[in-house]
């Protein structure tokens, strides 16, 4: 959370986070580049340019690919959300992978000719109606675009100046970039391949990431089928004893919202379950210092109203409650982001 | 839903005790595993074959006969160690560049050629110095160079741009290359012909248009992949010469 914008809030888990991307990036950059070509029995090695540029291809593939698994592994195992905390730094470094690989390609490739060589990267293959022999850098070209967009635009600055829906929709292309890069390779370095141990790993790779947002998908299916609600004026939540202090329960209302009734200290307050600044699940969270705590990047909100201690600006809308008997209810009309609810007090023993 | 009511990480408080352990495997995990694939994938490298630059033979300089197919030819009348006497020497520019503007005054007269040679097997060609320090006029007698057809011919193989497969650059064909082969072609870099089958015991031919021209573009469609042509063949010393029909051209899966 912050209340003004500075380049990184530096603390020592981004510290941390980010040694260890350093570490693990450069040393694959540091193994693929001075330790494999030893063991290679080439009778003559591969142009350095093309070494260069597979090296960091390969790392950019690598890392994308390791980002796009922490989303839903944090969905599946909370034990990941951690993972989640700064992925920004990630998608950042691996941008900057990325356009190293394409300047080696760009400076070999398609240098030393009387044309511009970006212009040349463009005309000097049109086979696109053709399979074998497409002009697979074009996919390379989007997903690169992509990944200096979704840097450029990483900063909480542009979420709160294009507005988080926005934010967040420019942000899914990453999906159809990742998509890219699995043409853009299909279509080029898979084609020439003799030893397919990248091709295992590269197909491995794609499939991880499928897989995992499809297990992600159907987790977050059942889950939506189990805390779904038909419409009502007033929609039952749960019994008071299913809850705990400090914790939330989350109902899907009939408008496709999402609720989080919170326990806290023997009153109950509902607030929005998406968070003001990347839609988190707030309802996954728990109160802290008397404050909802989001589980993605820690923004926190007054239960009684939706709003973030000050000098925190960000606000989410809250609902009204009522109980009957020990059945929690709740008014599916939110209130206007940041108002405040008086919170329904329990009687003694009525919680587990 | 089922609550998690394990540790809970917030990113600017320290780490929950209880998660430390965990995030320490999947740190260990994360460092390893890019480690790990980086030697997997950097071992995995294919061979790009001995074709190369070959700067330690040193600076070349023969004389012959300059022929133009369009692509440039010298025919060899006075070789050295590398590049002996009947030997036909196809010769490239720089880069992705040609020649033909300095053979084509010189075509059917004697010449100087220096360069250094690039190299692949029984590939080779020369790569011209700048300007008359790379091609000019020889004193001396023309002699008659015989050029003899082979009839047409029925061939399966790859079209590349010949500089980057004699060793320019390693690897230097394939469709991971595809585009730098055309960009080659385009910059009239002479393109060779791998056949499947040796042709009269060579596996390279020199590749051109049909009656005397430049490949043409629509071939272009047709680099790095296997293909079929037809097409005549004509021998030039040592050097073969197919002049390919681009009607015939066809890919081969």
């Keep these: 959370m912050s209340v003004k914008y500075i380049p990184v809030q530096w603390n020592w888990n981004k510290y941390i986070y980010d040694a260890v991307m350093l570490l693990g990036a450069g040393l694959f950059l540091y193994v693929f580049l001075y330790a494999a070509p030893g063991i290679l029995s080439h009778e003559r090695p591969i142009n350095a340019q093309v070494h260069n540029a597979r090296a960091f291809g390969a790392c950019a593939f690598v890392m994308l690919t390791v980002i796009l698994c922490i989303g839903p592994l944090a969905r599946l195992d909370p034990r990941f959300l951690p993972l989640l905390y700064n992925r920004r730094h990630f998608g950042v470094m691996t941008a900057f992978v990325a356009i190293t690989h394409a300047g080696y390609i760009v400076d070999w490739y398609f240098a030393f000719s009387a044309s511009n060589k970006y212009e040349a990267l463009l005309f000097a293959n049109t086979s696109y109606g053709q399979l074998a022999g497409f002009p697979f850098e074009v996919f390379g070209i989007f997903a690169l675009f992509t990944l200096i967009l979704l840097a450029a635009t990483s900063h909480d600055f542009w979420m709160k100046f294009l507005s988080p829906p926005v934010w967040k929709r420019i942000h899914y292309l990453i999906y159809p970039a990742y998509l890219s890069v699995v043409a853009h390779v299909s279509f080029g370095i898979l084609q020439d391949q003799q030893n397919h141990v990248f091709t295992a790993i590269f197909v491995g790779g794609a499939l991880a990431v499928g897989v995992l947002h499809l297990l992600a998908a159907l987790k977050d299916r059942r889950t939506d089928a189990a805390t779904s609600t038909a419409a009502a004026d007033w929609v039952e939540v749960c019994d008071v004893a299913e809850m705990n202090d400090g914790f939330a329960k989350i109902r899907l209302l009939a408008n496709g919202e999402r609720v989080a009734v919170y326990l806290n200290e023997g009153r109950l307050s509902a607030i929005s379950n998406s968070c003001a600044h990347q839609n988190g699940p707030l309802g996954e969270g728990r109160i802290i210092d008397c404050l909802v705590t989001c589980p993605w990047h820690g923004f926190q909100y007054d239960v009684t109203n939706g709003r973030s201690p000050a000098p925190f600006t960000e606000k989410v809308p809250t609902y009204n409650l009522k109980m009957d008997g020990t059945a929690v209810f709740v008014d599916p009309r939110a209130n206007p982001p940041g108002t405040y609810v008086e919170p329904l007090r329990l009687r003694d023993g009525t919680t587990s | ?253």
């Design chain 2, 1 to 253: 839903m089922k609550q998690n009511r394990g540790p809970f990480f917030v990113g600017y408080l320290p780490a929950p005790e209880a998660l430390r352990g965990f995030l320490l495997a999947v740190c260990v995990l994360f460092v390893a595993g890019l480690a790990g694939f980086g030697l997997a994938i950097g071992v995995a490298q294919d061979d790009p074959g001995d074709g190369a630059f070959r700067f330690d033979y040193g600076r070349q300089t023969v004389t012959g006969v300059v022929e133009l197919t369009p692509y440039p030819l010298l025919r060899v009348t006075e070789g050295n160690e590398h590049i002996p006497a009947g030997h036909t020497l196809i010769l490239a520019g720089t880069g992705k560049t040609n020649v033909e503007s300095r053979a084509i005054p010189l075509e059917g007269q004697l010449a100087q050629v220096s360069g250094v040679m690039l190299q692949r097997g029984a590939l080779d060609m020369l790569q011209l110095r700048g300007g008359r320090n790379g091609i000019s006029a020889a004193e001396g007698a023309v002699t008659p160079m015989e050029t003899v057809s082979l009839g047409r011919w029925k061939l399966a193989g790859e079209i590349c741009d010949g500089k980057c497969l004699a060793g320019a650059m390693r690897p230097g064909r394939g469709l991971a290359h595809k585009a730098c082969a055309n960009l080659c072609l385009l910059g009239k870099v002479p393109p060779v012909f791998v056949s499947s089958q040796p042709v009269e015991g060579s596996e390279f031919l020199l590749i051109t248009g049909p009656d005397g021209t430049h490949l043409p573009e629509k071939a272009y469609h047709y680099v790095a992949q296997f293909v079929s042509l037809e097409g005549e063949v004509e021998r030039r010393g040592d050097l073969l010469v197919l002049r390919l029909d681009p009607e015939t051209l066809e890919v081969l899966q």
